[in-house]
Protein backbone atom coordinates (compact mmCIF):
# COMPACT_ATOMS: atom_id res chain seq x y z
CA UNK A 1 0.00 0.00 0.00
CA UNK A 2 1.20 3.58 -0.48
CA UNK A 3 0.41 6.24 1.23
CA UNK A 4 0.75 9.90 1.11
CA UNK A 5 2.52 10.91 -1.49
CA UNK A 6 2.58 14.90 -1.07
CA UNK A 7 3.69 16.89 -4.30
CA UNK A 8 1.31 16.41 -7.56
CA UNK A 9 3.65 15.97 -10.21
CA UNK A 10 5.20 13.20 -8.49
CA UNK A 11 1.57 11.89 -7.10
CA UNK A 12 0.33 11.82 -10.90
CA UNK A 13 3.85 10.15 -11.94
CA UNK A 14 3.01 7.39 -10.20
CA UNK A 15 -0.72 6.52 -10.70
CA UNK A 16 0.42 4.44 -13.51
CA UNK A 17 3.51 2.47 -11.99
CA UNK A 18 0.77 1.51 -9.00
CA UNK A 19 -1.67 0.60 -11.90
CA UNK A 20 1.04 -1.37 -13.36
CA UNK A 21 1.57 -3.34 -10.24
CA UNK A 22 -1.62 -3.18 -9.12
CA UNK A 23 -1.07 -2.50 -5.57
CA UNK A 24 -3.35 0.19 -3.54
CA UNK A 25 -2.75 3.41 -3.61
CA UNK A 26 -3.85 6.07 -0.82
CA UNK A 27 -3.10 9.67 -1.76
CA UNK A 28 -3.49 12.21 1.07
CA UNK A 29 -0.68 14.58 0.77
CA UNK A 30 -1.15 15.84 -3.36
CA UNK A 31 -3.99 18.12 -4.49
CA UNK A 32 -4.22 18.11 -8.23
CA UNK A 33 -8.07 17.17 -9.06
CA UNK A 34 -6.88 15.49 -12.19
CA UNK A 35 -5.82 12.64 -9.61
CA UNK A 36 -9.59 11.38 -9.55
CA UNK A 37 -10.25 13.46 -13.79
CA UNK A 38 -8.37 12.59 -16.43
CA UNK A 39 -5.37 10.55 -14.82
CA UNK A 40 -7.64 8.40 -12.39
CA UNK A 41 -7.05 5.39 -11.84
CA UNK A 42 -9.46 2.12 -10.12
CA UNK A 43 -6.05 1.54 -7.71
CA UNK A 44 -6.42 4.92 -6.60
CA UNK A 45 -7.78 6.65 -3.65
CA UNK A 46 -7.76 10.53 -2.67
CA UNK A 47 -8.34 10.57 0.77
CA UNK A 48 -9.00 14.60 2.02
CA UNK A 49 -8.64 17.23 -0.67
CA UNK A 50 -8.31 18.48 -3.58
CA UNK A 51 -7.80 21.63 -5.96
CA UNK A 52 -11.30 21.97 -6.78
CA UNK A 53 -12.17 21.36 -3.38
CA UNK A 54 -9.90 24.30 -2.22
CA UNK A 55 -10.79 26.50 -5.18
CA UNK A 56 -14.77 26.15 -4.32
CA UNK A 57 -14.45 26.60 -0.78
CA UNK A 58 -11.71 29.36 -0.51
CA UNK A 59 -12.16 31.33 -4.00
CA UNK A 60 -15.74 31.12 -3.59
CA UNK A 61 -15.95 32.68 -0.65
CA UNK A 62 -13.68 35.19 -1.87
CA UNK A 63 -15.63 36.14 -4.98
CA UNK A 64 -18.64 36.05 -3.08
CA UNK A 65 -17.30 38.69 -0.40
CA UNK A 66 -16.55 41.19 -3.55
CA UNK A 67 -13.31 39.73 -4.17
CA UNK A 68 -14.32 39.88 -8.30
CA UNK A 69 -10.66 40.74 -9.16
CA UNK A 70 -7.54 38.57 -9.11
CA UNK A 71 -3.95 37.99 -9.71
CA UNK A 72 -2.39 34.85 -9.28
CA UNK A 73 1.30 34.25 -7.61
CA UNK A 74 1.69 30.45 -9.42
CA UNK A 75 4.41 27.45 -8.14
CA UNK A 76 5.12 26.50 -11.53
CA UNK A 77 4.44 22.92 -11.74
CA UNK A 78 1.51 20.43 -12.35
CA UNK A 79 -0.11 21.40 -8.52
CA UNK A 80 -0.09 25.34 -9.35
CA UNK A 81 -1.43 25.06 -12.61
CA UNK A 82 -4.12 22.89 -11.78
CA UNK A 83 -4.95 25.46 -8.95
CA UNK A 84 -4.66 28.09 -10.52
CA UNK A 85 -7.14 26.71 -13.89
CA UNK A 86 -9.79 25.23 -10.85
CA UNK A 87 -9.70 28.85 -9.49
CA UNK A 88 -9.65 30.86 -12.51
CA UNK A 89 -12.93 28.85 -13.97
CA UNK A 90 -14.70 29.46 -10.77
CA UNK A 91 -13.67 32.92 -10.17
CA UNK A 92 -14.83 33.53 -14.10
CA UNK A 93 -17.85 31.58 -13.81
CA UNK A 94 -19.11 33.69 -10.85
CA UNK A 95 -18.53 36.43 -12.90
CA UNK A 96 -15.16 37.64 -11.78
CA UNK A 97 -12.39 38.40 -13.75
CA UNK A 98 -8.21 37.23 -13.92
CA UNK A 99 -5.73 40.13 -14.48
CA UNK A 100 -2.62 37.96 -14.73
CA UNK A 101 -1.15 35.44 -12.87
CA UNK A 102 3.15 35.37 -11.96
CA UNK A 103 4.45 32.04 -12.32
CA UNK A 104 7.44 31.41 -10.44
CA UNK A 105 9.93 28.52 -10.52
CA UNK A 106 9.50 25.74 -8.26
CA UNK A 107 11.18 24.49 -5.99
CA UNK A 108 13.97 27.02 -5.36
CA UNK A 109 12.06 30.49 -5.39
CA UNK A 110 12.26 31.94 -1.61
CA UNK A 111 12.29 35.67 -2.97
CA UNK A 112 8.69 36.55 -4.25
CA UNK A 113 9.24 40.43 -3.90
CA UNK A 114 9.26 41.01 -7.55
CA UNK A 115 6.02 38.80 -8.16
CA UNK A 116 4.15 40.66 -5.50
CA UNK A 117 5.31 43.96 -6.37
CA UNK A 118 4.19 43.31 -10.64
CA UNK A 119 0.47 41.51 -8.40
CA UNK A 120 0.30 45.42 -6.64
CA UNK A 121 0.68 47.20 -9.89
CA UNK A 122 -2.44 44.87 -11.61
CA UNK A 123 -4.84 46.57 -9.89
CA UNK A 124 -6.72 43.19 -8.78
CA UNK A 125 -8.67 43.34 -5.94
CA UNK A 126 -7.33 39.81 -4.40
CA UNK A 127 -3.97 37.69 -4.64
CA UNK A 128 -4.72 34.07 -5.14
CA UNK A 129 -1.64 32.46 -3.60
CA UNK A 130 -1.33 28.96 -5.81
CA UNK A 131 1.34 27.59 -3.21
CA UNK A 132 1.88 25.46 -0.43
CA UNK A 133 3.98 24.61 2.53
CA UNK A 134 7.28 27.50 2.65
CA UNK A 135 6.18 29.25 -0.46
CA UNK A 136 2.88 30.36 0.98
CA UNK A 137 4.44 31.32 4.46
CA UNK A 138 7.28 33.29 2.60
CA UNK A 139 4.80 34.79 0.01
CA UNK A 140 2.20 35.94 2.80
CA UNK A 141 5.16 37.49 4.69
CA UNK A 142 6.56 39.27 2.15
CA UNK A 143 3.87 40.90 1.39
CA UNK A 144 2.89 42.02 4.73
CA UNK A 145 6.49 43.61 4.38
CA UNK A 146 5.96 45.37 1.28
CA UNK A 147 1.76 46.48 2.16
CA UNK A 148 0.44 44.28 -0.31
CA UNK A 149 -1.98 42.87 2.30
CA UNK A 150 -3.40 46.83 2.64
CA UNK A 151 -4.57 47.40 -0.84
CA UNK A 152 -5.12 43.16 -2.16
CA UNK A 153 -7.02 40.21 -0.51
CA UNK A 154 -4.89 37.70 0.39
CA UNK A 155 -6.44 34.47 -0.91
CA UNK A 156 -4.06 31.24 0.77
CA UNK A 157 -5.40 28.98 -1.62
CA UNK A 158 -3.91 25.97 0.26
CA UNK A 159 -2.65 26.79 3.85
CA UNK A 160 -2.76 24.22 7.08
CA UNK A 161 -2.45 24.74 10.24
CA UNK A 162 1.16 24.50 10.74
CA UNK A 163 1.58 27.23 8.43
CA UNK A 164 -0.46 29.26 10.31
CA UNK A 165 1.90 28.42 13.35
CA UNK A 166 5.05 29.08 11.16
CA UNK A 167 3.69 32.77 10.28
CA UNK A 168 2.65 33.45 13.58
CA UNK A 169 -1.21 35.14 14.54
CA UNK A 170 0.00 38.76 13.73
CA UNK A 171 0.82 38.59 10.61
CA UNK A 172 -1.74 35.20 9.52
CA UNK A 173 -4.44 36.55 11.21
CA UNK A 174 -7.65 37.20 9.34
CA UNK A 175 -6.81 34.83 6.49
CA UNK A 176 -9.30 32.84 5.00
CA UNK A 177 -8.68 29.17 3.88
CA UNK A 178 -10.19 25.88 3.90
CA UNK A 179 -9.38 22.87 5.24
CA UNK A 180 -10.97 19.21 5.88
CA UNK A 181 -9.80 18.30 9.86
CA UNK A 182 -8.83 21.08 12.39
CA UNK A 183 -7.86 19.62 15.70
CA UNK A 184 -10.16 21.54 17.85
CA UNK A 185 -13.57 21.05 15.90
CA UNK A 186 -15.48 17.97 17.86
CA UNK A 187 -15.10 15.54 20.02
CA UNK A 188 -13.73 13.04 17.78
CA UNK A 189 -10.98 15.15 16.68
CA UNK A 190 -9.59 16.79 19.79
CA UNK A 191 -9.63 12.99 21.50
CA UNK A 192 -7.59 12.05 18.03
CA UNK A 193 -5.48 14.91 18.60
CA UNK A 194 -4.95 13.94 22.54
CA UNK A 195 -4.40 10.45 21.26
CA UNK A 196 -1.32 11.79 19.01
CA UNK A 197 0.39 14.88 20.55
CA UNK A 198 2.64 12.68 23.17
CA UNK A 199 4.22 11.63 19.87
CA UNK A 200 4.66 14.69 18.22
CA UNK A 201 4.79 17.37 21.72
CA UNK A 202 5.64 20.22 19.39
CA UNK A 203 2.98 19.84 16.46
CA UNK A 204 -0.58 19.69 16.56
CA UNK A 205 -1.95 17.43 13.68
CA UNK A 206 -3.38 19.17 10.38
CA UNK A 207 -5.39 17.76 7.35
CA UNK A 208 -2.51 15.63 5.62
CA UNK A 209 -1.62 13.93 9.24
CA UNK A 210 -5.41 12.86 10.24
CA UNK A 211 -5.82 12.22 7.01
CA UNK A 212 -2.87 9.26 6.71
CA UNK A 213 -4.48 8.04 9.99
CA UNK A 214 -7.57 8.10 8.17
CA UNK A 215 -6.72 6.39 5.06
CA UNK A 216 -4.47 3.12 7.08
CA UNK A 217 -7.07 2.46 9.27
CA UNK A 218 -9.54 2.09 6.74
CA UNK A 219 -7.36 0.22 4.50
CA UNK A 220 -6.62 -2.02 7.83
CA UNK A 221 -10.35 -2.33 8.19
CA UNK A 222 -10.37 -3.66 4.32
CA UNK A 223 -7.68 -5.94 4.65
CA UNK A 224 -9.12 -7.58 8.01
CA UNK A 225 -12.54 -7.75 6.32
CA UNK A 226 -11.26 -9.33 3.07
CA UNK A 227 -7.98 -11.52 4.87
CA UNK A 228 -4.70 -10.43 4.72
CA UNK A 229 -3.42 -12.65 1.35
CA UNK A 230 -6.33 -11.83 -0.53
CA UNK A 231 -6.09 -8.27 -0.22
CA UNK A 232 -2.03 -8.61 -1.13
CA UNK A 233 -3.24 -10.18 -4.38
CA UNK A 234 -5.51 -7.63 -5.75
CA UNK A 235 -5.17 -3.95 -5.47
CA UNK A 236 -8.40 -2.76 -7.06
CA UNK A 237 -10.37 -5.29 -5.52
CA UNK A 238 -8.85 -4.33 -1.72
CA UNK A 239 -9.72 -0.66 -3.03
CA UNK A 240 -13.20 -1.29 -4.69
CA UNK A 241 -13.34 -2.96 -0.87
CA UNK A 242 -12.62 0.10 0.38
CA UNK A 243 -15.30 2.22 -1.25
CA UNK A 244 -18.01 -0.51 -0.97
CA UNK A 245 -17.32 0.00 2.97
CA UNK A 246 -18.23 3.28 4.75
CA UNK A 247 -15.66 5.45 5.89
CA UNK A 248 -15.88 6.54 9.88
CA UNK A 249 -13.68 7.33 11.87
CA UNK A 250 -12.55 10.10 14.51
CA UNK A 251 -10.85 12.82 11.99
CA UNK A 252 -13.48 12.90 9.51
CA UNK A 253 -16.51 11.53 10.67
CA UNK A 254 -18.64 9.62 8.37
CA UNK A 255 -18.21 9.96 4.28
CA UNK A 256 -18.35 7.70 1.64
CA UNK A 257 -15.57 7.18 -1.54
CA UNK A 258 -16.90 7.48 -5.32
CA UNK A 259 -16.36 5.36 -7.87
CA UNK A 260 -13.56 7.71 -9.02
CA UNK A 261 -11.78 7.36 -6.22
CA UNK A 262 -12.65 10.70 -4.73
CA UNK A 263 -13.40 10.51 -0.64
CA UNK A 264 -16.13 12.99 0.12
CA UNK A 265 -14.96 14.19 3.47
CA UNK A 266 -16.37 17.59 4.42
CA UNK A 267 -14.85 21.13 3.67
CA UNK A 268 -14.51 23.88 6.04
CA UNK A 269 -13.79 27.02 5.54
CA UNK A 270 -11.75 29.11 8.31
CA UNK A 271 -10.76 32.23 9.29
CA UNK A 272 -7.11 32.36 11.40
CA UNK A 273 -7.83 34.06 14.14
CA UNK A 274 -6.15 37.16 15.35
CA UNK A 275 -3.37 37.19 18.49
CA UNK A 276 -6.45 38.80 20.82
CA UNK A 277 -9.35 35.94 19.87
CA UNK A 278 -6.88 32.90 20.92
CA UNK A 279 -6.84 31.70 24.12
CA UNK A 280 -4.30 28.82 24.12
CA UNK A 281 -1.75 27.11 21.91
CA UNK A 282 -2.60 26.45 18.33
CA UNK A 283 -6.41 28.02 19.12
CA UNK A 284 -5.73 29.47 15.60
CA UNK A 285 -9.43 28.77 13.91
CA UNK A 286 -12.83 29.77 14.08
CA UNK A 287 -15.22 27.97 11.36
CA UNK A 288 -17.03 30.20 8.59
CA UNK A 289 -18.65 27.76 6.76
CA UNK A 290 -19.30 23.94 6.40
CA UNK A 291 -19.54 22.58 3.42
CA UNK A 292 -21.23 18.79 3.44
CA UNK A 293 -19.07 16.36 1.56
CA UNK A 294 -21.61 15.12 -1.59
CA UNK A 295 -21.21 18.92 -2.45
CA UNK A 296 -17.74 20.18 -2.09
CA UNK A 297 -15.77 17.80 -4.85
CA UNK A 298 -16.28 18.56 -8.65
CA UNK A 299 -19.50 16.58 -10.01
CA UNK A 300 -18.49 12.85 -11.20
CA UNK A 301 -19.60 13.54 -14.79
CA UNK A 302 -17.05 16.42 -15.11
CA UNK A 303 -14.34 14.48 -14.34
CA UNK A 304 -14.28 12.39 -17.30
CA UNK A 305 -12.29 9.62 -15.13
CA UNK A 306 -12.01 6.98 -18.08
CA UNK A 307 -12.30 3.55 -16.11
CA UNK A 308 -16.16 4.81 -14.97
CA UNK A 309 -18.70 3.72 -16.83
CA UNK A 310 -21.72 5.68 -16.89
CA UNK B 1 4.07 56.94 -17.18
CA UNK B 2 6.46 55.81 -19.72
CA UNK B 3 7.23 52.34 -20.80
CA UNK B 4 10.70 50.32 -21.38
CA UNK B 5 10.16 47.20 -23.58
CA UNK B 6 6.40 47.29 -22.48
CA UNK B 7 6.91 47.58 -19.18
CA UNK B 8 5.80 50.79 -17.25
CA UNK B 9 8.98 52.50 -16.07
CA UNK B 10 8.09 52.95 -12.35
CA UNK B 11 7.31 48.88 -12.21
CA UNK B 12 11.28 48.42 -14.20
CA UNK B 13 13.06 51.00 -11.57
CA UNK B 14 11.09 48.44 -8.19
CA UNK B 15 12.35 45.56 -10.12
CA UNK B 16 15.75 46.49 -10.36
CA UNK B 17 15.65 47.71 -6.62
CA UNK B 18 14.33 44.37 -5.88
CA UNK B 19 17.05 42.72 -7.77
CA UNK B 20 20.06 44.55 -6.00
CA UNK B 21 18.16 43.48 -2.47
CA UNK B 22 18.30 40.08 -3.77
CA UNK B 23 21.88 40.56 -5.02
CA UNK B 24 22.68 41.62 -1.58
CA UNK B 25 22.56 38.18 -0.13
CA UNK B 26 24.05 36.46 -3.23
CA UNK B 27 26.96 38.96 -2.92
CA UNK B 28 27.47 38.14 1.20
CA UNK B 29 27.13 34.35 0.95
CA UNK B 30 29.58 34.17 -2.33
CA UNK B 31 31.91 36.46 -0.63
CA UNK B 32 32.57 33.03 2.47
CA UNK B 33 32.36 30.79 -0.58
CA UNK B 34 35.17 32.86 -2.21
CA UNK B 35 36.89 33.15 0.61
CA UNK B 36 37.03 29.96 1.51
CA UNK B 37 37.90 28.65 -1.47
CA UNK B 38 40.45 31.01 -2.81
CA UNK B 39 42.20 31.10 0.49
CA UNK B 40 41.72 27.19 1.65
CA UNK B 41 41.10 25.40 -1.50
CA UNK B 42 37.99 23.73 -0.10
CA UNK B 43 34.74 24.14 -1.58
CA UNK B 44 32.52 24.38 1.23
CA UNK B 45 28.85 23.05 -0.05
CA UNK B 46 28.43 22.93 4.09
CA UNK B 47 28.23 26.94 2.98
CA UNK B 48 24.20 27.04 2.55
CA UNK B 49 23.71 24.76 5.78
CA UNK B 50 26.36 27.11 8.05
CA UNK B 51 23.66 30.20 6.44
CA UNK B 52 20.90 28.45 7.93
CA UNK B 53 22.51 27.89 11.41
CA UNK B 54 22.84 31.50 11.40
CA UNK B 55 19.08 32.12 11.08
CA UNK B 56 18.54 29.41 13.73
CA UNK B 57 20.97 30.74 15.96
CA UNK B 58 19.36 34.26 16.04
CA UNK B 59 15.82 32.43 16.21
CA UNK B 60 17.15 30.56 19.30
CA UNK B 61 19.14 33.65 20.88
CA UNK B 62 15.74 35.13 20.56
CA UNK B 63 13.18 32.00 21.78
CA UNK B 64 15.39 30.68 24.62
CA UNK B 65 17.36 34.51 25.73
CA UNK B 66 15.34 36.90 24.66
CA UNK B 67 18.16 38.60 22.75
CA UNK B 68 17.24 40.35 20.22
CA UNK B 69 18.68 40.77 16.44
CA UNK B 70 21.05 43.40 16.72
CA UNK B 71 23.36 41.56 19.48
CA UNK B 72 22.51 38.38 17.46
CA UNK B 73 24.01 40.08 14.22
CA UNK B 74 27.37 39.98 16.03
CA UNK B 75 26.52 36.48 18.35
CA UNK B 76 25.11 34.34 15.83
CA UNK B 77 28.01 34.74 13.68
CA UNK B 78 30.47 34.35 16.47
CA UNK B 79 28.78 31.15 17.83
CA UNK B 80 28.32 29.47 14.39
CA UNK B 81 31.79 30.76 13.24
CA UNK B 82 33.32 28.48 16.50
CA UNK B 83 31.06 25.90 15.08
CA UNK B 84 32.95 26.24 12.02
CA UNK B 85 36.33 26.02 13.61
CA UNK B 86 35.44 22.77 15.60
CA UNK B 87 34.41 21.24 12.22
CA UNK B 88 37.59 22.69 10.05
CA UNK B 89 39.68 21.32 13.07
CA UNK B 90 38.17 17.78 13.27
CA UNK B 91 37.39 17.03 9.78
CA UNK B 92 38.27 19.56 7.20
CA UNK B 93 41.85 19.73 7.82
CA UNK B 94 42.42 16.35 6.52
CA UNK B 95 41.62 17.27 3.71
CA UNK B 96 43.83 19.60 2.62
CA UNK B 97 46.41 17.81 0.79
CA UNK B 98 43.90 15.58 -1.45
CA UNK B 99 41.85 16.48 -4.48
CA UNK B 100 38.90 19.37 -4.11
CA UNK B 101 36.25 16.55 -4.90
CA UNK B 102 37.07 15.12 -1.27
CA UNK B 103 36.06 18.80 0.46
CA UNK B 104 33.14 18.46 -1.64
CA UNK B 105 31.94 15.20 -0.54
CA UNK B 106 32.60 15.80 3.08
CA UNK B 107 31.12 19.22 3.12
CA UNK B 108 28.14 17.79 1.08
CA UNK B 109 27.69 14.97 3.82
CA UNK B 110 28.46 17.55 6.75
CA UNK B 111 25.43 20.03 5.27
CA UNK B 112 22.73 17.02 4.75
CA UNK B 113 23.52 16.34 8.34
CA UNK B 114 23.06 19.40 9.79
CA UNK B 115 19.97 20.07 7.70
CA UNK B 116 18.64 16.83 8.96
CA UNK B 117 19.51 17.17 12.33
CA UNK B 118 17.29 20.59 12.63
CA UNK B 119 14.37 19.40 10.41
CA UNK B 120 14.05 16.24 12.66
CA UNK B 121 14.38 19.12 15.73
CA UNK B 122 12.13 21.91 14.30
CA UNK B 123 10.39 19.98 11.23
CA UNK B 124 9.78 22.12 8.07
CA UNK B 125 7.37 24.55 8.01
CA UNK B 126 9.71 27.09 9.46
CA UNK B 127 9.60 29.38 12.97
CA UNK B 128 8.39 32.77 12.49
CA UNK B 129 11.31 35.94 13.75
CA UNK B 130 9.78 39.26 13.46
CA UNK B 131 11.41 42.45 12.10
CA UNK B 132 12.68 44.53 14.61
CA UNK B 133 10.44 47.59 15.31
CA UNK B 134 13.19 50.29 14.28
CA UNK B 135 13.38 48.81 11.05
CA UNK B 136 9.79 47.97 9.76
CA UNK B 137 7.82 50.03 7.78
CA UNK B 138 8.10 51.30 4.27
CA UNK B 139 9.59 54.17 2.56
CA UNK B 140 7.92 55.44 -0.44
CA UNK B 141 10.17 56.07 -3.18
CA UNK B 142 8.07 57.03 -5.60
CA UNK B 143 8.32 54.45 -7.57
CA UNK B 144 7.55 51.56 -5.20
CA UNK B 145 7.38 51.19 -1.58
CA UNK B 146 10.63 49.72 -0.10
CA UNK B 147 10.98 48.08 3.27
CA UNK B 148 13.11 49.93 5.26
CA UNK B 149 14.35 46.32 6.35
CA UNK B 150 15.47 45.29 2.92
CA UNK B 151 17.23 49.25 2.71
CA UNK B 152 18.89 47.85 5.73
CA UNK B 153 19.97 44.41 4.27
CA UNK B 154 21.62 46.07 1.10
CA UNK B 155 23.85 48.29 3.21
CA UNK B 156 24.92 46.13 5.76
CA UNK B 157 25.92 43.42 3.36
CA UNK B 158 27.78 46.48 1.15
CA UNK B 159 29.22 47.40 4.64
CA UNK B 160 30.28 43.76 5.34
CA UNK B 161 31.58 42.72 1.65
CA UNK B 162 33.49 46.17 1.58
CA UNK B 163 35.27 45.43 4.94
CA UNK B 164 36.43 42.00 4.24
CA UNK B 165 37.68 42.92 0.92
CA UNK B 166 39.48 45.76 2.48
CA UNK B 167 41.12 42.97 5.55
CA UNK B 168 42.06 40.74 2.63
CA UNK B 169 43.42 42.93 -0.01
CA UNK B 170 44.69 45.71 2.00
CA UNK B 171 45.83 45.02 5.42
CA UNK B 172 48.78 43.09 6.49
CA UNK B 173 46.99 39.89 7.82
CA UNK B 174 45.18 39.88 4.92
CA UNK B 175 48.68 39.63 2.83
CA UNK B 176 49.85 36.92 4.82
CA UNK B 177 47.01 34.95 4.44
CA UNK B 178 47.23 35.55 0.85
CA UNK B 179 50.65 34.48 1.09
CA UNK B 180 50.15 31.44 3.24
CA UNK B 181 47.59 30.59 0.07
CA UNK B 182 50.62 30.45 -2.22
CA UNK B 183 53.29 29.05 -0.08
CA UNK B 184 52.68 27.73 3.17
CA UNK B 185 55.59 26.39 4.29
CA UNK B 186 57.77 29.73 3.13
CA UNK B 187 54.93 31.61 5.12
CA UNK B 188 55.73 28.83 7.91
CA UNK B 189 59.60 29.70 7.71
CA UNK B 190 58.95 33.18 8.26
CA UNK B 191 57.04 31.89 11.47
CA UNK B 192 53.29 32.75 10.40
CA UNK B 193 51.55 29.53 12.22
CA UNK B 194 49.81 29.12 9.39
CA UNK B 195 47.20 26.12 10.11
CA UNK B 196 45.94 28.33 12.67
CA UNK B 197 45.43 31.23 9.98
CA UNK B 198 43.44 28.80 7.96
CA UNK B 199 41.66 28.10 11.08
CA UNK B 200 40.35 31.40 11.19
CA UNK B 201 39.88 32.04 7.66
CA UNK B 202 37.21 29.25 7.51
CA UNK B 203 35.82 30.54 10.53
CA UNK B 204 35.24 33.96 9.34
CA UNK B 205 33.88 32.12 5.86
CA UNK B 206 31.16 30.59 8.02
CA UNK B 207 31.06 33.97 10.07
CA UNK B 208 30.43 35.41 7.01
CA UNK B 209 27.72 32.75 6.01
CA UNK B 210 25.88 33.45 9.43
CA UNK B 211 25.90 36.83 9.55
CA UNK B 212 23.85 36.51 6.26
CA UNK B 213 21.41 34.29 7.61
CA UNK B 214 20.61 36.72 10.55
CA UNK B 215 19.66 39.17 7.75
CA UNK B 216 17.65 36.86 6.08
CA UNK B 217 15.62 35.47 9.35
CA UNK B 218 13.10 38.11 8.71
CA UNK B 219 12.38 37.89 5.58
CA UNK B 220 12.57 34.34 5.09
CA UNK B 221 10.55 31.73 7.11
CA UNK B 222 13.44 30.24 9.36
CA UNK B 223 13.42 26.81 8.28
CA UNK B 224 15.80 23.78 7.53
CA UNK B 225 15.43 24.00 3.68
CA UNK B 226 16.90 28.02 3.68
CA UNK B 227 20.07 26.92 2.80
CA UNK B 228 19.58 24.41 0.09
CA UNK B 229 17.45 27.04 -1.64
CA UNK B 230 20.37 29.36 -2.33
CA UNK B 231 23.35 27.18 -2.31
CA UNK B 232 22.88 26.36 -6.00
CA UNK B 233 22.67 29.97 -7.01
CA UNK B 234 25.44 31.35 -4.76
CA UNK B 235 28.14 28.20 -6.55
CA UNK B 236 26.81 29.66 -10.03
CA UNK B 237 27.50 33.45 -8.82
CA UNK B 238 31.15 32.35 -7.70
CA UNK B 239 31.97 30.60 -10.49
CA UNK B 240 31.03 33.49 -12.65
CA UNK B 241 32.40 35.75 -10.94
CA UNK B 242 35.90 33.22 -10.29
CA UNK B 243 36.99 31.44 -8.20
CA UNK B 244 39.54 32.84 -6.17
CA UNK B 245 38.15 36.61 -6.76
CA UNK B 246 36.47 38.49 -3.36
CA UNK B 247 35.49 41.89 -5.33
CA UNK B 248 34.25 39.24 -8.09
CA UNK B 249 31.89 37.36 -6.29
CA UNK B 250 30.70 40.65 -4.68
CA UNK B 251 30.16 42.31 -7.70
CA UNK B 252 28.86 39.14 -9.39
CA UNK B 253 26.60 38.82 -6.68
CA UNK B 254 25.29 42.23 -7.02
CA UNK B 255 25.01 41.64 -11.04
CA UNK B 256 23.26 39.06 -10.75
CA UNK B 257 20.87 39.74 -8.50
CA UNK B 258 19.55 42.37 -10.77
CA UNK B 259 19.60 39.99 -13.95
CA UNK B 260 17.71 37.70 -12.03
CA UNK B 261 14.93 40.78 -10.75
CA UNK B 262 14.47 41.85 -14.89
CA UNK B 263 14.31 37.97 -15.86
CA UNK B 264 11.36 38.23 -13.29
CA UNK B 265 9.83 41.07 -14.82
CA UNK B 266 10.13 39.53 -18.61
CA UNK B 267 9.79 36.04 -18.28
CA UNK B 268 9.15 34.67 -14.56
CA UNK B 269 9.78 31.08 -15.67
CA UNK B 270 13.17 31.22 -16.47
CA UNK B 271 13.77 33.48 -13.10
CA UNK B 272 15.99 30.18 -11.59
CA UNK B 273 17.32 28.76 -14.43
CA UNK B 274 18.73 32.20 -15.77
CA UNK B 275 21.92 32.29 -13.41
CA UNK B 276 23.38 29.00 -15.06
CA UNK B 277 22.62 30.20 -18.32
CA UNK B 278 25.06 33.09 -17.37
CA UNK B 279 27.59 30.53 -16.02
CA UNK B 280 27.46 28.14 -18.96
CA UNK B 281 28.01 30.95 -20.96
CA UNK B 282 31.37 32.53 -18.89
CA UNK B 283 32.76 28.99 -19.02
CA UNK B 284 32.55 28.72 -22.69
CA UNK B 285 33.69 32.19 -22.81
CA UNK B 286 35.96 32.93 -20.39
CA UNK B 287 36.51 29.67 -17.89
CA UNK B 288 38.68 31.75 -14.93
CA UNK B 289 35.30 33.62 -14.78
CA UNK B 290 34.71 37.39 -15.14
CA UNK B 291 37.17 38.60 -12.44
CA UNK B 292 39.43 35.44 -12.12
CA UNK B 293 43.15 34.97 -12.15
CA UNK B 294 44.63 32.82 -14.16
CA UNK B 295 45.87 29.64 -12.35
Not at chain 2, 270 to 277: I, L, Q
Request: proline residues 4%.
Amino acid sequence: MLLDVPTSSVALALQSVVREKNKVYLNVGAASSALTGSQCSPNFIHWVYDTYMLSKSTGGAMVKAGGDSWYFLTADYAFGKQLQEDTSTLVKAAGGKVLGAAPYPFPGTTDFSSFLVQAQSSGAKVLGLCNAGGDTVNSIKQAHEFGINSSMQLAAMLMFITDVHALGLDVAGGLVLTESFYWDLNDGTRAFTKRVLPKTPKNYPNMIHAGCYSATLHYLKAVAAMGAAEAKKDGVATVNRMKAMPVEDDCFGKSTIREDGRNMVASYLFEVKTPAQSKGPWDYYNLKVATPGNEAYRPLADGHCSFIKT
Amino acid sequence: MFMIFGIPGPLLFGQLLLGLINGAFYAMLSLGLAVIFGMLNIINFAHGALFMMGAFVSWMLLNYLDIGYFPALILAPLLVGIFGIILEKTVISRLYKLDHLYGLLLTFGLALVIEGLFRNAYGSSGMPYRIPSVLQGATNLGFMYMPNYRGWVVLAALFVCISTWAIIEKTSLGATLRAATENAPMVQAFGVDVPRLITLTYGGGVALAAFAGVLAAPIYSVNPNMGSNFINTVFAVVVIGGMGSIMGSIITGFALGVVEGLTKVFYPQASATVVFVVMVIVLLVRPRGLFGRTA
